[in-house]
C-alpha cells in the first residue's frame, strides 16, 4: 500500500512536471498580438483625445483616437483627428486620418482630409495646414470643392481667413451640374 501511494505520488508529480514545462516553453514561444502602434519616442501618449477653445469670435473642438506628445519638437501627433470650428455665422469639420499641432497652434491634417461647412460646402485634399499667426487655411496638393452642383478643381488652396477670401491655383477646372467645363 505505501508503495503505491508513493507510485501515485511520482506520477502525479511527474504529469504536474510535464505540464509546467509544456506552459513555459508555450508561453516563450507565443508572441502576443499588437493592439497599438509600435513603440514611440513620444514623451507620453493620450488615448481619446478632446481639446476645447472657446473664446472670442470663434470656438473650436479638437477629438482626436491619440495623441503622442513629442515635448522638444513642441508637437503633438494625432491619430484620426477631428476638428470642429464655429464662428458666428458658419461652422465647418475638418477630419482626416492623421495630423500635427504644434505649441504656436498651427495645425497639419493628412491622409484622406474632408472639411465640411454647414453652408453645404467640401474640400477634398490630401493635406491641409492651419498657420495660426496669418490665419491662413492652405495646401499645396490637388484639391476638389463641392457645392450646389459645382465642382472646382485645383492644384492648390489658400483661405485668408481674416480678409475673407479664398484662392484656389491652378490649373483650375470648374464643372458646373447641367452647364458647361471651364479651365482657367
Known sequence: MHRLSLAILAAVGLFVAV???TLIVNSRSIRPELTESPASTADFRIKEVRLEEEGGPVRWRL??????VFEAEQRTALRKPVVDIQEATRAWRVRGDEGDVKRSKDLEVRKNVVVVGDDGLRLETSILRWDAATRRLWTDAAVILTRNGMVIRG??????????????????????????????
Not at 479664398?166 to 490649373?171: D, F, I
Open 19 to 21: 505540464i509546467a514545462v
Open 155 to 184: 492644384s492648390g488652396l489658400s483661405v485668408y481667413v481674416t480678409e475673407d477670401r479664398a484662392e484656389v491655383t491652378g490649373p483650375v477646372r470648374v464643372s458646373i451640374a447641367g452647364g458647361s467645363t471651364r479651365r482657367r
Open 63 to 68: 477629438v482626436a483616437d491619440l495623441a503622442e
